[in-house]
């Protein structure tokens, strides 16, 4: 017979993929909303964002502001396909990390711009780098457990079999 507290009790082959699929769509939501709040401003826009770390040779920050909603776009599309979940994971977690360093790497040089995180550019009074800093630490965290545990629900990796399924 079974106990009612042996009932209620979660196991972790129950919900770890509950879990992995909220970070897959979560992680999914957040690059579909910034790289289409990038995607809708002007190239001029766009490339101004990008320009405004003061980073990358002139020559590569048309490509990267044109590029990178595109890109960001794509992978979350793939995040809610669940389709390549790990590959993608990983793909968005560097990109995390990327944007981790840049804004570091303005806030120690003392740029104050606009992330251009969610669309925007141009020089800010009070950037909030720090909160910035954390907000892409939370998103690196749900990239590295959707690698770590990339079994999820309602994903096509579980039609063809992938992650054990």
Request: net charge positive; proline share 4%.
């Amino acid at each position: 017979m079974v106990t009612e507290t042996a009932a209620l009790r979660i196991t972790w082959p129950v919900i770890q993929p509950w879990i992995t699929t909220a970070a897959r769509l979560g992680l999914a939501a957040v690059l579909f909303l910034a790289g289409w709040a990038k995607f809708r401003e002007a190239s001029a826009l766009q490339k101004l964002a990008v320009s405004d770390y003061q980073i990358l040779p002139q020559s590569m920050v048309g490509a990267v502001g044109i590029g990178l909603p595109i890109l960001e776009m794509a992978l979350a599309v793939m995040l809610v396909a669940g389709f390549a979940t790990r590959f993608v994971a990983v793909a968005g977690g560097l990109l995390m990390i990327i944007f981790i360093a840049g804004i570091i790497s303005a806030w120690s040089r003392g740029l104050k711009i606009n992330c251009g995180c969610f669309g925007g550019a141009g020089t800010v009074v009070d950037p909030h780098y720090l909160r910035e800093i954390f907000r892409d630490l939370g998103f690196l965290a749900m990239a590295a457990w959707i690698v770590v545990w990339p079994k999820s629900r309602l994903a096509v990796d579980r039609l063809l079999g992938l992650y054990g399924e």
